[in-house]
Protein backbone atom coordinates (compact mmCIF):
# COMPACT_ATOMS: atom_id res chain seq x y z
CA UNK A 1 0.00 0.00 0.00
CA UNK A 2 1.61 3.44 -0.78
CA UNK A 3 1.23 6.63 0.65
CA UNK A 4 -1.64 7.86 -2.18
CA UNK A 5 -3.54 4.58 -1.26
CA UNK A 6 -4.40 5.85 2.08
CA UNK A 7 -4.87 9.75 2.85
CA UNK A 8 -7.10 12.70 3.36
CA UNK A 9 -8.22 14.34 0.20
CA UNK A 10 -9.22 17.85 0.41
CA UNK A 11 -11.71 19.65 -2.25
CA UNK A 12 -12.79 23.29 -1.96
CA UNK A 13 -16.03 24.28 -4.03
CA UNK A 14 -16.90 27.70 -4.02
CA UNK A 15 -17.53 28.22 -0.25
CA UNK A 16 -18.08 24.14 0.87
CA UNK A 17 -14.99 22.00 1.35
CA UNK A 18 -14.98 18.41 1.30
CA UNK A 19 -12.54 16.27 3.27
CA UNK A 20 -12.52 12.87 1.65
CA UNK A 21 -11.08 9.70 3.93
CA UNK A 22 -9.44 7.36 1.07
CA UNK A 23 -8.20 3.84 1.86
CA UNK A 24 -9.94 1.79 -0.52
CA UNK A 25 -7.61 -1.33 0.17
CA UNK A 26 -9.19 -1.36 3.49
CA UNK A 27 -12.56 0.09 3.37
CA UNK A 28 -11.47 3.33 4.01
CA UNK A 29 -10.12 2.62 7.58
CA UNK A 30 -8.16 5.70 9.51
CA UNK A 31 -4.71 5.09 9.85
CA UNK A 32 -2.66 6.81 12.04
CA UNK A 33 -0.91 9.16 9.65
CA UNK A 34 -4.44 9.92 8.20
CA UNK A 35 -5.95 10.37 12.08
CA UNK A 36 -2.73 13.19 12.22
CA UNK A 37 -3.47 14.43 8.67
CA UNK A 38 -6.90 15.28 9.74
CA UNK A 39 -6.58 18.62 12.84
CA UNK A 40 -3.88 20.58 10.64
CA UNK A 41 -6.32 20.01 7.45
CA UNK A 42 -8.85 21.39 9.56
CA UNK A 43 -7.29 24.24 10.99
CA UNK A 44 -6.13 25.32 7.25
CA UNK A 45 -9.85 24.99 6.15
CA UNK A 46 -11.08 27.03 9.64
CA UNK A 47 -8.81 29.78 8.85
CA UNK A 48 -9.99 30.01 4.72
CA UNK A 49 -12.41 32.90 4.79
CA UNK A 50 -14.03 31.43 1.59
CA UNK A 51 -14.92 28.49 3.37
CA UNK A 52 -18.67 28.52 4.64
CA UNK A 53 -19.13 24.89 5.52
CA UNK A 54 -17.10 21.38 5.82
CA UNK A 55 -18.45 17.87 4.26
CA UNK A 56 -16.76 14.84 5.65
CA UNK A 57 -17.28 11.47 3.18
CA UNK A 58 -15.68 8.41 2.09
CA UNK A 59 -14.42 7.49 -1.23
CA UNK A 60 -16.66 4.94 -3.29
CA UNK A 61 -19.10 3.22 -1.45
CA UNK A 62 -17.94 3.16 1.84
CA UNK A 63 -17.74 6.07 4.47
CA UNK A 64 -15.24 4.35 6.92
CA UNK A 65 -15.21 1.05 8.42
CA UNK A 66 -12.81 2.54 11.24
CA UNK A 67 -9.33 2.44 12.81
CA UNK A 68 -7.00 0.29 10.75
CA UNK A 69 -6.57 -2.70 13.03
CA UNK A 70 -3.54 -3.28 11.78
CA UNK A 71 -2.17 -0.28 13.68
CA UNK A 72 -5.00 -0.50 16.49
CA UNK A 73 -2.29 -0.89 19.09
CA UNK A 74 -0.82 2.66 19.00
CA UNK A 75 -4.71 3.74 19.75
CA UNK A 76 -5.31 1.12 22.46
CA UNK A 77 -2.37 2.00 24.35
CA UNK A 78 -3.15 5.69 24.13
CA UNK A 79 -6.75 5.39 25.44
CA UNK A 80 -8.37 8.84 25.73
CA UNK A 81 -4.53 10.65 24.85
CA UNK A 82 -5.17 8.85 21.50
CA UNK A 83 -4.88 10.94 18.24
CA UNK A 84 -8.44 9.38 17.10
CA UNK A 85 -9.82 11.08 20.33
CA UNK A 86 -7.41 14.20 19.09
CA UNK A 87 -8.72 14.13 15.66
CA UNK A 88 -12.75 13.88 16.27
CA UNK A 89 -12.07 16.66 19.23
CA UNK A 90 -10.80 19.20 16.25
CA UNK A 91 -13.43 18.10 14.45
CA UNK A 92 -16.25 18.49 16.82
CA UNK A 93 -14.46 22.14 17.57
CA UNK A 94 -15.16 23.07 14.00
CA UNK A 95 -15.93 26.62 14.05
CA UNK A 96 -18.27 26.27 10.52
CA UNK A 97 -20.52 23.85 9.67
CA UNK A 98 -19.82 20.38 9.31
CA UNK A 99 -21.73 17.44 7.04
CA UNK A 100 -20.83 13.60 7.28
CA UNK A 101 -22.53 12.49 4.06
CA UNK A 102 -22.63 8.68 4.60
CA UNK A 103 -22.61 5.83 1.85
CA UNK A 104 -22.13 1.90 3.22
CA UNK A 105 -19.91 1.43 6.54
CA UNK A 106 -20.22 3.66 9.06
CA UNK A 107 -18.39 1.87 11.60
CA UNK A 108 -16.13 2.28 15.06
CA UNK A 109 -13.64 4.99 14.23
CA UNK A 110 -15.99 6.15 11.00
CA UNK A 111 -18.84 6.35 13.49
CA UNK A 112 -16.84 8.35 15.98
CA UNK A 113 -16.11 10.98 12.88
CA UNK A 114 -19.33 11.11 11.92
CA UNK A 115 -21.16 11.83 15.35
CA UNK A 116 -18.34 14.67 15.23
CA UNK A 117 -19.91 16.26 12.42
CA UNK A 118 -22.68 18.70 13.26
CA UNK A 119 -24.99 17.11 10.31
CA UNK A 120 -25.19 13.21 8.91
CA UNK A 121 -27.00 12.54 6.11
CA UNK A 122 -27.32 9.07 5.11
CA UNK A 123 -28.02 6.94 2.36
CA UNK A 124 -30.28 3.68 2.40
CA UNK A 125 -27.27 1.05 2.30
CA UNK A 126 -25.89 2.40 5.07
CA UNK A 127 -24.51 0.61 7.94
CA UNK A 128 -23.79 2.22 11.84
CA UNK A 129 -21.38 0.29 14.79
CA UNK A 130 -19.77 0.46 17.47
CA UNK A 131 -17.85 -2.00 18.22
CA UNK A 132 -15.08 -1.82 21.12
CA UNK A 133 -17.23 -4.72 23.07
CA UNK A 134 -16.12 -6.72 20.37
CA UNK A 135 -13.03 -6.61 20.48
CA UNK A 136 -12.29 -6.12 24.53
CA UNK A 137 -11.37 -2.46 24.01
CA UNK A 138 -12.79 0.13 26.19
CA UNK A 139 -14.60 3.49 24.38
CA UNK A 140 -12.91 6.91 24.87
CA UNK A 141 -15.09 8.49 27.37
CA UNK A 142 -15.22 12.02 24.79
CA UNK A 143 -16.51 9.81 22.14
CA UNK A 144 -19.09 7.96 24.37
CA UNK A 145 -20.66 10.96 26.00
CA UNK A 146 -20.56 12.68 22.55
CA UNK A 147 -22.51 9.69 21.42
CA UNK A 148 -24.82 10.07 24.29
CA UNK A 149 -25.78 13.33 23.94
CA UNK A 150 -26.94 12.83 20.15
CA UNK A 151 -28.90 9.35 20.51
CA UNK A 152 -29.60 9.46 24.54
CA UNK A 153 -28.57 6.93 26.71
CA UNK A 154 -30.50 3.97 25.90
CA UNK A 155 -29.54 3.88 22.35
CA UNK A 156 -25.75 4.82 23.20
CA UNK A 157 -25.57 1.42 25.58
CA UNK A 158 -27.15 -0.45 22.82
CA UNK A 159 -24.46 0.36 20.49
CA UNK A 160 -21.89 0.00 23.14
CA UNK A 161 -23.38 -3.17 24.69
CA UNK A 162 -24.25 -4.93 21.33
CA UNK A 163 -21.61 -3.72 18.98
CA UNK A 164 -24.01 -4.57 16.81
CA UNK A 165 -24.55 -2.66 13.51
CA UNK A 166 -27.56 -1.02 13.01
CA UNK A 167 -29.37 -0.02 9.26
CA UNK A 168 -29.95 3.96 8.16
CA UNK A 169 -33.89 3.77 9.56
CA UNK A 170 -32.85 3.01 12.68
CA UNK A 171 -30.35 5.13 12.74
CA UNK A 172 -32.82 8.13 11.86
CA UNK A 173 -34.97 6.82 14.60
CA UNK A 174 -32.87 7.18 16.79
CA UNK A 175 -30.94 10.73 15.73
CA UNK A 176 -27.69 9.35 14.92
CA UNK A 177 -28.41 10.59 11.10
CA UNK A 178 -30.58 13.21 9.64
CA UNK A 179 -31.82 12.51 7.02
CA UNK A 180 -32.01 9.00 4.73
CA UNK A 181 -31.57 9.25 1.27
CA UNK A 182 -31.57 6.85 -2.08
CA UNK A 183 -27.79 6.57 -2.66
CA UNK A 184 -28.69 8.27 -6.21
CA UNK A 185 -29.83 11.68 -4.44
CA UNK A 186 -26.84 11.97 -1.72
CA UNK A 187 -24.57 14.13 -3.51
CA UNK A 188 -27.39 16.49 -4.46
CA UNK A 189 -29.24 16.60 -1.05
CA UNK A 190 -25.70 17.25 0.84
CA UNK A 191 -24.91 20.14 -1.77
CA UNK A 192 -28.33 21.77 -1.54
CA UNK A 193 -28.10 22.11 2.39
CA UNK A 194 -24.37 22.99 2.27
CA UNK A 195 -25.13 25.96 0.15
CA UNK A 196 -27.91 26.80 1.83
CA UNK A 197 -26.44 27.24 5.03
CA UNK A 198 -23.29 28.75 2.87
CA UNK A 199 -25.80 31.49 2.20
CA UNK A 200 -26.60 31.99 5.80
CA UNK A 201 -25.47 34.81 8.44
CA UNK A 202 -21.92 33.53 9.95
CA UNK A 203 -22.28 34.95 12.94
CA UNK A 204 -25.97 32.96 13.59
CA UNK A 205 -24.66 29.86 12.25
CA UNK A 206 -21.15 30.00 14.29
CA UNK A 207 -23.24 31.56 17.68
CA UNK A 208 -25.85 29.09 17.58
CA UNK A 209 -23.18 25.97 17.26
CA UNK A 210 -21.51 27.46 20.03
CA UNK A 211 -24.23 27.99 22.11
CA UNK A 212 -26.34 24.08 20.85
CA UNK A 213 -22.66 22.69 21.87
CA UNK A 214 -22.39 24.19 25.37
CA UNK A 215 -19.58 25.69 24.64
CA UNK A 216 -20.53 29.36 25.05
CA UNK A 217 -20.84 31.33 28.31
CA UNK A 218 -22.82 34.51 29.20
CA UNK A 219 -20.05 36.77 28.11
CA UNK A 220 -19.29 34.89 25.01
CA UNK A 221 -22.92 34.68 24.26
CA UNK A 222 -23.00 38.65 24.69
CA UNK A 223 -19.99 39.13 22.81
CA UNK A 224 -22.15 37.46 19.96
CA UNK A 225 -25.34 39.47 20.29
CA UNK A 226 -22.97 42.51 20.00
CA UNK A 227 -20.81 41.55 17.14
CA UNK A 228 -24.66 40.90 15.07
CA UNK A 229 -24.91 44.64 15.91
CA UNK A 230 -21.25 45.92 15.00
CA UNK A 231 -20.90 44.11 12.16
CA UNK A 232 -23.67 45.13 10.25
CA UNK A 233 -24.79 41.86 9.46
CA UNK A 234 -28.67 42.22 11.71
CA UNK A 235 -29.21 45.17 9.28
CA UNK A 236 -28.10 43.50 5.90
CA UNK A 237 -30.41 40.59 7.10
CA UNK A 238 -33.58 42.83 8.11
CA UNK A 239 -32.83 44.97 4.85
CA UNK A 240 -32.46 41.78 2.62
CA UNK A 241 -36.18 40.82 3.69
CA UNK A 242 -37.29 44.17 3.54
CA UNK A 243 -36.39 44.61 -0.19
CA UNK A 244 -37.25 40.48 -0.76
CA UNK A 245 -33.31 39.83 -2.08
CA UNK A 246 -30.93 37.32 -1.08
CA UNK A 247 -29.11 38.96 2.22
CA UNK A 248 -24.73 39.30 1.38
CA UNK A 249 -23.44 38.38 4.37
CA UNK A 250 -19.67 38.93 4.71
CA UNK A 251 -18.72 38.70 8.57
CA UNK A 252 -16.06 35.56 8.66
CA UNK A 253 -16.48 34.14 12.22
CA UNK A 254 -12.87 33.91 14.18
CA UNK A 255 -11.66 30.70 16.14
CA UNK A 256 -13.55 30.30 19.37
CA UNK A 257 -11.72 32.17 22.27
Known sequence: MTVADAELVVEVAGPVATVVIHNPARRNAMTPEMWRQLPPILDRLEADPAVRALVLTGAGATFCAGADLSDLDELVAAGDASIAVAAEERLAEFAKPTVAAVRGACVGGGCQLAVACDLRIATVDARFGVPPARLGLVYPAP???????????????????????????????????????????????????????????????????????????????????????????????????????????????????
Do not use: M
Request: charged share 30%; no cysteine.
Open 143 to 257: TTRRLTRLVGPSAAKFLLFTAELIDAERALRVGLVDEVLPEAELDARVAELTGAIAERSPISVAAAKEIVDDRAGPARIAWWHRKAVESGEAREGIAAVRERRTPRFAWTPPHPD
